[in-house]
């Protein structure tokens, strides 16, 4: 039997990371060793207090369903938290929780976009963006991420993308794959560029706690006139190693928070009753861990960059946060997709294609450094061995 599906399902992509852990994990399953540098995903254990807090919870009888946004207790953690962090007052009203971040992507892009629209994303980004914009028939307009000007947007080709027609625009800092940040400036003159456009900015916040350096998390909610248009995205699973907890959640104006709460009551029902119980302790507990974790990474970071920067052909720049590093590989001669390959077959190493983050991510491979030094040097050793 042949299958007629709809037309959007045959616009939408999908995140290769997944279907690169199947590979691998197949691979082990032969016996081969595989060290995995290819999904976004903290190898720490969820903080002690937390799990308590979800143990403690089942055990008080929180395994029915909660209101459809997430319940009262945790909407006003989530509210406090962010209003707190971003330095804008935002109540329980904005906040929608979702079984992961990924979901407040997909309602927001599903309730905002229609064919005859445009959104800009980077590219090289995150692939649910594009993915989802295409999906609704809308445009999906790349805002092109260059190592040349260290992966930073360049604001006078962002002014000459934005149109009548552009009614979202996406922004990520810390970037994934890139790893870097938007500074405040370059936010403020985002703003000034789309204070008289109608349209509204997803920004994707999720590694705003996973900085390095002198490096700064600021949020394009706080500017005057830009927090009713602004979507944060932002959850649990990066800053408290939470990613099989899904967890996540938006805070946007109330009416389209009330839309956003109406596509989740069609489709997910609520988010797990004890998830969002160990959520309120994840943001009101102790925050000891995830400044342990952090220094882990930024360790790490130093070590896989210098790596990368040994193996002929590899030009890998520093990244300001989130726990990714993106060498350009061109040098090497093979393409992406052909070396990200041969890269898990013959040494073992899982990491991503650069075209997994969109077409302009050619010439680059993406490493995950949520794996121990060990690995990371075990990595570095057989990549050189290899090529």
């Given at each position: 039997?042949?299958?007629?599906?709809?037309?959007?399902?045959?616009?939408?992509?999908?995140?290769?990371?997944?279907?690169?852990?199947?590979?691998?994990?197949?691979l082990?399953?032969?016996?081969?060793?595989?060290?995995?540098?290819?999904?976004g995903?903290?190898?720490?254990?969820?903080?002690?207090?937390i799990c308590?807090?979800?143990?403690?919870?089942?055990?008080?009888?929180?395994?029915?369903?909660?209101?459809?946004p997430?319940?009262?207790?945790?909407?006003?953690?989530?509210?406090?938290?962010v209003?707190?962090?971003?330095n804008?007052?935002?109540?329980?009203?904005n906040?929608?929780?979702t079984?992961?971040a990924?979901?407040?992507?997909?309602?927001?892009?599903l309730?905002?976009?229609?064919?005859?629209?445009?959104?800009?994303?980077?590219?090289?980004?995150?692939?649910?963006?594009e993915s989802?914009?295409n999906?609704?028939g809308?445009?999906?307009v790349p805002?092109i991420?260059?190592?040349?000007?260290?992966?930073?947007?360049?604001?006078?080709?962002f002014?000459?993308?934005?149109?009548?027609?552009?009614?979202?625009?996406?922004i990520?800092t810390?970037?994934?794959?890139?790893?870097?940040?938007?500074?405040?400036?370059?936010?403020?003159a985002?703003?000034?560029i789309?204070?008289?456009?109608n349209?509204?900015?997803l920004?994707?916040?999720?590694?705003?706690?996973?900085?390095?350096?002198?490096?700064?998390?600021?949020?394009?909610?706080?500017?005057?006139?830009f927090?009713?248009?602004?979507?944060?995205?932002?959850?649990?699973?990066?800053?408290?190693?939470?990613?099989?907890?899904?967890?996540?959640?938006?805070?946007?104006?109330t009416?389209?928070?009330?839309?956003?709460?109406?596509?989740?009551?069609?489709?997910?029902?609520?988010?797990?009753?004890?998830v969002?119980?160990?959520?309120?302790?994840?943001?009101?507990?102790?925050q000891?861990?995830?400044?342990?974790?952090?220094?882990?990474?930024d360790?790490r970071?130093?070590?896989?960059?210098?790596?990368?920067?040994?193996?002929?052909?590899?030009?890998?720049?520093?990244?300001?946060?989130?726990?990714?590093?993106f060498?350009?590989?061109?040098?090497?001669?093979?393409?992406?997709?052909?070396?990200?390959?041969?890269?898990?077959?013959?040494?073992?190493?899982a990491?991503?294609?650069?075209?997994?983050?969109?077409?302009?991510?050619e010439?680059?491979?993406?490493?995950?450094?949520?794996?121990?030094?060990?690995?990371?040097?075990?990595?570095?050793?057989?990549?050189?061995?290899?090529l």
């Amino acid at each position: 039997m042949s299958i007629k599906f709809s037309d959007g399902i045959y616009r939408l992509g999908t995140e290769t990371a997944f279907e690169v852990l199947a590979k691998a994990k197949a691979l082990e399953a032969e016996g081969k060793s595989i060290i995995h540098l290819q999904i976004g995903e903290p190898d720490f254990t969820t903080p002690k207090n937390i799990c308590d807090a979800a143990i403690k919870s089942i055990q008080a009888g929180d395994t029915h369903y909660t209101p459809a946004p997430g319940i009262p207790e945790v909407r006003k953690a989530i509210a406090d938290y962010v209003s707190r962090t971003r330095n804008v007052e935002f109540s329980s009203e904005n906040v929608v929780l979702t079984p992961g971040a990924k979901p407040i992507m997909f309602y927001v892009i599903l309730a905002l976009l229609q064919s005859g629209d445009e959104a800009i994303y980077p590219n090289p980004g995150f692939p649910i963006y594009e993915s989802m914009i295409n999906f609704t028939g809308a445009k999906a307009v790349p805002l092109i991420l260059r190592q040349e000007n260290d992966f930073r947007i360049d604001i006078t080709e962002f002014e000459k993308l934005v149109n009548d027609k552009t009614k979202l625009v996406i922004i990520n800092t810390p970037g994934n794959p890139t790893g870097k940040t938007i500074s405040e400036e370059e936010i403020r003159a985002i703003a000034e560029i789309l204070k008289d456009h109608n349209c509204f900015i997803l920004s994707d916040e999720i590694y705003s706690r996973i900085l390095y350096d002198d490096a700064k998390s600021f949020s394009i909610s706080a500017i005057e006139g830009f927090k009713d248009r602004t979507i944060i995205l932002d959850g649990f699973s990066k800053t408290y190693a939470m990613t099989g907890w899904r967890a996540g959640y938006g805070v946007m104006n109330t009416e389209l928070a009330a839309v956003v709460t109406k596509l989740m009551v069609n489709s997910n029902s609520c988010t797990n009753a004890f998830v969002q119980k160990a959520c309120i302790e994840a943001l009101n507990g102790p925050q000891s861990e995830v400044d342990k974790m952090v220094q882990e990474f930024d360790k790490r970071r130093r070590i896989i960059v210098d790596g990368l920067n040994s193996i002929k052909g590899f030009r890998c720049s520093v990244p300001d946060g989130a726990f990714y590093a993106f060498p350009n590989i061109e040098q090497t001669g093979y393409r992406s997709k052909e070396l990200a390959d041969k890269l898990l077959y013959e040494a073992g190493v899982a990491c991503l294609s650069g075209t997994s983050f969109g077409e302009y991510g050619e010439g680059y491979l993406r490493f995950s450094y949520a794996n121990s030094v060990e690995n990371i040097n075990e990595a570095i050793r057989r990549i050189k061995e290899v090529l």
